[in-house]
């Protein structure tokens, strides 16, 4: 199985701030990751698919890049709304398999 | 505007088995790739296997097989899942979701909890 590595599992940021997550794959999973916001008590919510296209409806303060092993999440600017967790997913192979989640706090 | 709606909590005896329906609205049935997820509390999301009801067999992970079922019934565009054996391990939040290619939209989920 390919195993996804997130970092970090926890960050503690403020409205407006920079935020980014990478996300580690085992082995080379070339564009197909897909990033997801979880927040509690919701379905997680598909925010960027095959590394850096941006659902439809996301806002563009989300942005996703990488390909190959290594991905990053990027917020411009942390809003107030954004506070959850956040998983990364690769699809290239079965099983599918998550990162563990970053929880993004205040 | 693809919709799933899930069934309602269950709640199970360790060693019996549970069955979760997912029904599929907004297209066609036979293009939809619905893939069983499941998240313990507290913890993160889990794949379980997946069907593409116009095609296939369905494919599971390893760690179910044997003990998971995914059918999907055309004449009611409904994806179910059964999962046996079970243990209080499996107590958790169970979702379906559209899966192409990430997965999007995910149904409300349904809570599993396995306890004697």
């Known amino acids: 199985d390919i195993q996804m590595t997130q970092s970090p599992s926890s960050l503690s940021a403020s409205v407006g701030d920079r935020v980014t997550i990478t996300c580690r794959a085992s082995?080379?999973?070339?564009?197909?990751l897909n990033w997801y916001q979880q927040k509690p008590g919701k379905a997680p919510k598909l925010l960027i698919y095959a590394a850096s296209s941006l659902q439809i409806g996301v806002p563009s303060r989300f942005s996703g890049s990488g390909s190959g092993t290594d991905f990053t999440l990027t917020i411009s600017s942390l809003q107030p709304e954004d506070f959850a967790t956040f998983y990364c997913q690769q699809s290239y192979a079965y099983p599918r398999t998550f990162g563990h989640g970053t929880k993004v706090e205040i | 505007q693809v919709q799933l709606v899930q069934s309602g909590a269950e709640v199970r005896k360790p060693g019996s088995s549970v069955k979760v329906s997912c029904k599929a609205s907004?297209?066609?049935?036979?293009?939809?790739?619905i893939s069983w997820l499941r998240q313990a509390p507290g913890q993160g999301l889990v794949w379980m296997g997946q069907?593409?009801?116009?095609?296939?067999?369905?494919i599971y992970a390893q760690r179910f097989q044997g003990r998971l079922t995914i059918s999907a019934d055309e004449s009611t565009s409904t994806v179910l899942m059964e999962l046996n054996s079970l243990r209080s391990e499996d107590t958790a939040i169970y979702y379906c979701a559209d899966s192409s290619p990430g997965f999007d939209p995910w149904g409300q989920g349904a809570q599993v909890t396995v306890s004697s």
């Open positions: 082995q080379s999973i070339r564009f197909s």
């Open positions: 907004g297209g066609s049935f036979r293009a939809f790739s």
């Open positions: 069907i593409n009801p116009g095609f296939g067999s369905p």
